[in-house]
T-cell receptor, first 114, second 114 residues
Framework: AQSVAQPEDQVNVAEGNPLTVKCTYS??????LFWYVQYPNRGLQFLLK??????LVKGSYGFEAEFNKSQTSFHLKKPSALVSDSALYFC????????????FGTGTLLAVQP | DAGVTQSPTHLIKTRGQQVTLRCSPI?????VSWYQQVLGQGPQFIFQ???????GRGNFPDRFSARQFPNYSSELNVNALLLGDSALYLC?????????????FGQGTRLTVV
């Protein structure tokens, strides 16, 4: 069965510093991986995806993610954090069955201190 | 362009009652999925509909049902509400059905069962 794991419940970083939010996956076959962000009392906003191709994927708001097949990881990164990046981040993998349902991790709360 | 719209945004119901949640997908999107997000957890897949047919169902009881209309909008119905049904219900639309790429989410309906 497909699954993703987000090992950190919370990540704290100072504004201007680089940030990393970790995600590891377990899939059979080629993974379709996604990152979403959720602000308080809001739905999920799509950030970026990896389907195939370059291991470094660029997304919205200056975020990028690095796909590492040998480590089965898909970490979200940003070179310089902003206070406005503070939110809940979800990694997801697309199920390989008849649907294109997403299987989400438990989420990582990113707190950027000014 | 309008994104995915859901109504109502908030709802309070009593145990044993029934509720209907509504979703309008992005124009041109024929696939709609429903997710339940309990506080502190990642979203869990409930249903996927494509071209008005159910394409997938998550591990939810038969009290949960859904349908998709000819204009691709969708309704999620939950009967005999339990306290544990309190959650944020998210609707997502995507451009194609099984085999598609990213899903775009609405702002969600916050259901509180008392």
């Amino acid at each position: 069965a497909q699954s993703v794991a987000q090992p950190e419940d919370q990540v704290n970083v100072a504004e201007g510093n680089p940030l990393t939010v970790k995600c590891t996956y377990s899939v059979s076959g080629n993974p379709y991986l996604f990152w979403y962000v959720q602000y308080p009392n809001r739905g999920l906003q799509f950030l970026l995806k990896y389907i195939t191709g370059d291991n470094l994927v660029k997304g919205s708001y200056g975020f990028e993610a690095e796909f590492n097949k040998s480590q089965t990881s898909f970490h979200l990164k940003k070179p310089s954090a902003l206070v406005s990046d503070s939110a809940l981040y979800f990694c997801a993998v697309r199920d390989g069955g008849a649907t294109n349902k997403l299987i989400f991790g438990t989420g990582t709360l990113l707190a950027v201190q000014p | 362009d309008a994104g995915v719209t859901q109504s109502p945004t908030h709802l309070i119901k009593t145990r044993g009652q029934q509720v209907t949640l509504r979703c309008s997908p992005i124009s041109g999107h024929k696939s709609v999925s429903w997710y339940q997000q309990v506080l502190g957890q990642g979203p869990q897949f409930i249903f996927q509909y494509y071209e008005k047919e159910e394409r997938g169902r998550g591990n939810f009881p038969d009290r949960f049902s859904a349908r998709q209309f000819p204009n691709y909008s969708s309704e999620l119905n939950v009967n005999a509400l339990l306290l544990g049904d309190s959650a944020l219900y998210l609707c997502a639309s995507s451009l194609v059905g099984p085999g598609g790429t990213e899903a775009f989410f609405g702002q969600g309906t916050r259901l509180t069962v008392v």
